[in-house]
Every structure is written in C-alpha cells, then in structure tokens.
C-alpha cells in the first residue's frame, strides 16, 4: 500500500501485498514452518532509496519495519518510533530504545535519520534517484521556488520535522508511513562526492545487511527470477517492549519465508491448487474456480491501485498525446464497464479519476464520466478527435486516421507477459481504438523487470543539461529526457490513488514529479490544491479541495482511467492471522500456521 506503483499477480511475503479470511482459533500459536508465496514478478532491487514498486517494497519490509503501521481502523500503531504533535505542524519523532544496526553500525539514532533526510531526500539534485523526495519539499507559493521540509535533531533518538502548513494527515501519509532508514555510516561515504552509482551497488545495501533486530526476518539469500528467502530474527526488536499486544512477542510465527517467482499463470494457479504455495494472485476468471476449492480460501477486498492507460508523452512517443483534447477524445473510445463486467468479472469498478468511489474524497458531482453511457463510442471518440488534431498533419481518410504522409496512424501497448488478463485487457484497447477512433493498437507483451529498465527508467542523454534531476523515474524535461526503448502505451503497471491521504499521489501530476516517467505537463496546478487541502484542518473545506483536485485529474485526462480492480487472492486453508477489512497487513509479523 506504500508504494506508489505495482505489478498485477503479486501475493508477496506475508501481508504485504495481500490478505485472506481465514479464522483466528488458534489461542497460542507455535513458531513453525515456511510460508511459501507465489509472484509473478520478481522485485528490481533490494536498495528501497531507488524502488518505487509494491513487489520490490515487500522483499525489504521482510526485514524492516519502519516507522509505524497503520491498523484498519486508521489507527497509528508505533513500531519503531511514535510521534508528538500541539499544533498539527510541528511534530517530534521519537525511536524507541533498542534498536539496533547491523554490520556493526551500533544503534539507530536520531542523527541517522536527520542525516538521511536532509543529505539524500532532500539534496536539491536528488543525486540518489530517491523516488519520493518531493514529499520533502513545498513549493513556495510566493517565489514559485522549491524549499526543505526543515528537519532538526532534538535528543538521541528524537528529532523535530517542522511543515510550513498544519497538516493534521501528515502521520497517515508514506513520507513517514513505514519510512524506512539507512545508517549514516554507508550513506556518508557516497552523499560528499553524490556518489549515485557507488550508493547503487553498496553491497550492505543490497543483502540487507544492516538491518539488525529492526525487522521481523533476515535476509538470506537472493536467486533472480527463481525465489527470495528470509529467515526468522530471533533478536527482533517487538519481542522486548512492552505496549504491544501479546501477540508480537514471539513474533514472527514462520521459520522462513520465501517468495517463488513463478512467471506462468498456469504454473502459479497450479502450485497454489497442489499446496506447494501458501499463498498467490488469482486472476478474476480463476476466483470461481479456487472457491470452490476445499484447500484455499479466496479474500477479494478493495485496494487502493488504479488500472491506466498510461500514454507516453515524451520525445519518443507518439507526440499527439501532449494534447489534452486529444487525451478527451481518446476517454470515449473503451468501454470501461465492459473491461470491468467481461474482463474483471465484477472484481473491480470503473475509474474515472485519481480515486476510486468508496473513498471519502470522492465528489461525483465534480468528476467527469468518460468510457460509459453515450461517453462512448465511435462518433463520440471521432467528432472529438478530428476536432483535436485539426491544424496538424493528422486527420480521418474514411474510418482511418492517417499522418501527412498518408499512412495510417499505428501504436503499441505494453503489457506484462506473465500476466494473461492484462493481455486481455491490451487486445481489447486495441480492437476499441481500432473501431472508436480509427487507430491501429498492436499489443506488445514483455517482462516487469524489462520493462521498467527499458522503457520506464529515463535519463538524459550524455552532455545534455536538463532543468533538473529527478530521478530514473524522471530523468527530466520531456523532451530531453527518455526512456530507453520508444513506446506510445502501456497498462503494466497501476498507480497508487491514496485513499487515506491523497495528496500522497502529488508526485504523478507534477512537472518533476517522482514517478512521471510518462511526461506529464499538467495545465492546472493540481499539486498546489493538494497542498492546499492538505494544511487544512476542516473537513469540510478539505473534501472540496480534494473534489475539485480530482475533478481537475478526470478533466484533463494525464492518462486513461480504466478501472479499480479488487485484489484477489488465495490462501492456504491453514494459514491464520490477516485481517478482513481492508488489504493492508499492518500486522504480517504475526501471521501462522494453524
């Protein structure tokens, strides 16, 4: 749930991409076991400073905790640090006594954090390709000037993180949900000389090994592609305090844990049905099928991921999708509740916007409706179109849309190879594209790994001096700036809408924003109404700002909304221990075995 992007198919270790809805009778369960799950995508990195996907998060939350967690209830629950506030603005954090490096870097203190935050996150040229390092900066909204959260160490293990704006959500938001944080002995010996390539392949960083007594398992071994294990830490830190519940003090209830990555579908369904995995994905037409099963319990429940069709604005795309009127007219050419009845089998419902319909943020008054009713369909798609491209080389020949040269106009979507229903999903765009507006969609299928390393990572090319420096996720102005490999769509990957603090998704709506590897410019300025309903303490006056943020996203259409498609997964039968409401596995160290 902290991550701002994710794979489909993805049940990771215990309760972090997943829950089910089996019983808790056990009254004192015994340590015991390996919980075993299936993936379809194996993670990109075990360095979190450069990840931004769900699936590479869950390896390394294996074996740190963060911050605190946050129950279903909406609750803070502290796991290394609680925090303090009077005013809602200025809050102090404070770790709790004994916790503890590894490799021999002694206890984490207040000045590892302080450290971490002002020399890494907030380095003005984000030299650590940091995803989330706009989360610790404000636009001022006098100069127009970007300006550091400041940041102060008050004790040892206390420090003060002072906003410019009351902001009574910040302790919900991922800038501290969970945050996880490096000793400042590995990240000084890069942060002087922005040493990006040597934090990069910091060997401490990527086997985990300073991780300590700070997570519930250790990190054991790594075979790319094929699996990831953890074992139990016996020296975790949750066993020694005192105000948690009874629970956590033998935690956590599994020998080991280990992720198989299992690319085929059929391969994956096959293992979970056999019982050589405790747990995987379920894709919507397979969910009949596995309830039926004596062996698996199926839990299907809302997350916060929305399906997109994500457009390639940058210089080796196709360069019509600039165009917000273009964007429009392309909104009424697929049918979403189709892709939501006929693809998704119900588990899902249809998106127009930045936030799905069960959240309290929504304003359907203020959304606009695209893909449904008479907002779809061939007249619908090509009126408007035709309209937005007049006056460039690109125009209707019959049915066909054709470039100055004649020929007609040909796109790819990308979709993950290991993922059948995002196939569906890819061919069905196409065929509407096709007959709505006159466009030949062909689908090409590769790897997550492949591509988020060739067509989602972008730098500028040697030489060039881009505006800034935003990460691989956005390595800069548009037209400076690119992917790899040039592509023009894609539906591989689905962006975090934050049901509980919105604003957490600013950075796909900013020019620099962490994650818009897509070249986003947005026409309004919706990361500025974020901010704005962020620091206000009505509730009232917060969901209409976040109303009309929203409203604003469906207007302007930065990329095609499809839909919110439900988790679905399946659980051995003797697995015990997740909650039931919402799918965020705050509790996973306490999971069992019956």
């Known amino acids: 749930m902290l991550k701002l992007v994710a794979a489909t198919g993805v049940a990771g270790l215990a309760g972090c991409s997943g829950n089910g809805s089996g019983g808790s009778e056990d009254a004192e369960p015994d340590v015991q076991g390996t919980y075993v799950s299936a993936s379809s995508v194996d993670a990109q990195s075990l360095n979190w400073l450069t990840i931004a996907d769900s699936t590479s998060g869950s390896y390394v939350t294996a074996t740190l905790d963060g911050t605190w967690a946050i129950t279903p209830d909406r609750e803070i629950f502290p ?21 503890e490096w590894g490799a021999g870097y002694g206890e984490m203190t207040a000045e590892d954090w302080v450290y971490m935050i002002e020399t890494v996150f907030q380095a003005e040229d984000n030299w650590s390709g940091y995803p989330n390092a706009d989360d610790w900066f404000r636009t001022n909204p006098d100069s127009g000037q970007r300006e550091p959260i400041p940041v102060e160490q008050t004790g040892t293990r206390t420090f003060e993180i002072s906003l410019f704006e009351v902001d009574p959500s910040f302790p919900f938001k991922p800038i501290l949900w969970r945050q996880q944080c490096i000793p400042k002995g590995i990240l000084e010996k890069y942060a002087e000389d922005r040493d990006t390539e040597g934090l990069q392949q910091d060997e401490e960083l990527n086997t985990l090994a300073y991780t300590g007594n700070l997570g519930p398992y250790t990190y054991e071994n790594w075979e790319r592609s094929a699996s990831y294990t953890v074992t139990r830490n016996d020296d975790y830190y949750l066993r020694d305090v005192a105000d948690v519940p009874d629970r956590f003090r033998e935690a956590p209830y599994f020998d080991q844990e280990i992720i198989r990555v299992i690319s085929e579908e059929s391969t994956r369904l096959g293992a979970l049905e056999s019982g050589e995995v405790d747990s995987a994905g379920i894709p919507p037409d397979k969910a009949t099928r596995f309830e039926n099963l004596p062996n698996v319990d199926v839990n299907v429940t809302p997350q916060p991921y929305a399906r997109v069709l994500i457009y390639n604005m940058r210089a080796n795309g196709w360069e019509p999708f600039r165009s917000k009127a273009v964007r429009r007219a392309l909104a009424f050419a697929v049918d979403k509740e189709s892709v939501v009845e006929n693809i998704l089998r119900g588990y899902g419902q249809v998106a127009q916007t930045m936030q799905p319909k069960w959240s309290e943020w929504y304003d ?6 695209f893909g449904v009713g008479d907002r779809y369909g061939p007249e619908a798609t090509r009126s408007r179109l035709e309209s937005a491209l007049s006056g460039t080389e690109y125009a209707y020949d019959g049915d066909r849309l054709v470039d100055g040269s004649g020929d007609g106009v040909t796109l790819t979507i990308y979709y993950d190879s290991g993922q059948p229903t995002e196939g569906t999903i890819a061919e069905f765009v196409a065929q509407e594209f096709s007959e709505n507006a006159g466009i030949e969609v062909q689908p090409e299928a590769v790897s997550s790994s492949t591509f988020q390393s060739n067509y989602v990572r972008t730098s500028a090319p040697e030489g060039s001096e881009p505006e800034w420096t935003a990460g691989i996720f956005n390595g800069g102005p548009r037209d400076v700036a690119t992917s790899a490999e040039p592509w023009d769509m894609c539906i591989n990957l689905q962006f975090n809408t934050y ?22 410019y947005p026409e309004e300025d919706i990361g500025e109404l974020y901010e704005r309903a962020s620091s206000t303490t009505d509730d009232a006056r917060r969901r209409e700002l976040f109303g009309e943020a929203f409203g604003l996203i469906s207007e302007e259409q930065p990329f095609g909304f499809l839909a919110m498609p439900s988790s679905v997964s399946g659980y051995a039968e003797d697995v015990r221990g997740y909650d039931e409401e919402f799918n965020t596995g705050w509790d996973s160290q306490t999971w069992y075995f019956a």
Request: glycine share 12%; proline share 4%; charged share 30%.
């Open 79 to 99: 796991l290394w640090a609680d925090y303090s506030t009077d005013d809602g603005r200025v809050y102090e954090i404070e770790l709790r006594e004994g916790l």
């Open 364 to 369: 359907d008054s203020r959304v606009e409706a």
């Open 499 to 520: 049901p509980f603090t919105p604003a957490s998704s600013k950075g796909f709506f900013e020019r620099r924003g962490g994650i818009n590897f897509y070249g986003y």
